[in-house]
């Protein structure tokens, strides 16, 4: 015999709320996308201390960090594909980083991820990511976003957030682009 739980309609509530505070964010709206702020000296230091432990790359005066976090299911539909297409879009997407490097001499450009072991195919493997020990999630990646998070930090301490960042489209903002968003987004 089955029987039936009654839960109040407060704790329904409560549950609703809880769950949706704890689910990942999607934006989409341009003008909720992007945040700006500026580190401390002594956050930057931290920063440039814990880069460096990266041995794939050099530090440089900006910084570009992809980060994407455990349990996002942004990539899910493409999990039902065959590897030669998974390597396929991981090559593609490698190979934009990479020539986006290569053109902004002056910019480290990182790829990080959350501690955990829920990661779609097509970020879970063959791809440069590093997993962050939880330095840069208490630092810039406050807040957990559908699709990953990207920042710009300038060498003077200002960064700017784009959230819900697949694409990682955080690269092709130029110079004036990047100044431009920060005005906007240090005001709000």
């Known amino acids: 015999m089955k029987r039936k739980i009654k839960l109040p309609v407060s704790s329904i509530l409560f549950l609703s709320v809880f769950i949706y505070a704890c689910s990942p964010k999607l934006y989409v709206d341009e003008n909720k996308r992007y945040q700006a702020g500026t580190l401390t000296g002594t956050q930057i230091d931290s920063l440039h201390i814990f880069l460096k432990q990266n041995e794939r790359l050099v530090l440089k005066d900006t910084i570009i960090i992809k980060y994407d976090f455990n349990r996002d299911d942004c990539w899910k539909e493409l999990s039902y594909q065959n590897a030669e297409f998974l390597n396929n879009v991981r090559w593609t997407f490698q190979k934009n980083i990479l020539e986006k490097a290569e053109a902004r001499p002056n910019v480290a450009i990182y790829q990080y991820r959350e501690e955990?072991?829920?990661?779609?195919?097509?970020?879970?493997?063959?791809?440069?990511?590093?997993?962050?020990?939880?330095f840069l999630r208490k630092l810039l990646f406050k807040e957990i976003t559908s699709c990953g998070t990207s920042a710009i930090i300038l060498p003077n301490g200002k960064f700017l957030l784009v959230k819900s960042d697949p694409q990682f489209s955080a690269l092709i903002l130029n110079a004036k682009d990047i100044e431009?968003?920060?005005?906007?987004?240090?005001?709000?």
């Open 180 to 188: 431009k968003k920060l005005q906007e987004n240090l005001v709000k």
């Open 116 to 134: 955990g072991k829920s990661f779609s195919p097509i970020k879970s493997k063959g791809l440069e990511i590093e997993t962050d020990s939880g």
